[in-house]
Nanobody, 118 residues
Framework: VQLQASGGGLVQAGGSLRLSCAAS????????MHWFRQAPGKEREFVAA????????NYADSVRGRFTISRDNAENTVYLQMNSLKPEDTAVYYC????????????WGKGTLVTVSS
């Protein structure tokens, strides 16, 4: 599975962005999909995850209620809708695939930069 994240950019605090992660391969629907982020000088951290069917989603406490993860298996794409953005959301965002929502990441995409100005 090859993953390509897109949709990052510069946005003011309080604004919204939607990230997309397009996957190649016919087995996309069998993977749980995840979003991680890495801010400058910090370690990569978990943001959100969604199971293969889209029926279960998990979120980091820092984004719960503001971010929504979703997927379209027909389009081989997972999304991250980010609302009420804060400067501390500034990071490179990565998508990743695992066999289960709590599994080890098997595939990573290149990141997309999100910058939130105050």
């Amino acid at each position: 599975v090859q993953l390509q994240a897109s949709g990052g950019g510069l946005v003011q605090a309080g604004g919204s962005l939607r990230l997309s992660c397009a996957a190649s391969g016919r087995t996309f629907s069998s993977y749980a999909m995840h979003w991680f982020r890495q801010a400058p000088g910090k370690e990569r951290e978990f943001v959100a995850a969604i199971n293969w069917s889209g029926g279960t989603a998990n979120y980091a406490d820092s984004v719960r209620g503001r971010f929504t993860i979703s997927r379209d298996n027909a389009e081989n794409t997972v999304y991250l809708q980010m609302n009420s953005l804060k400067p501390e959301d500034t990071a490179v965002y990565y998508c990743a695939a695992a066999e289960s929502i709590m599994g080890i990441m098997q595939y990573w995409g290149k990141g997309t930069l999100v910058t939130v100005s105050s």
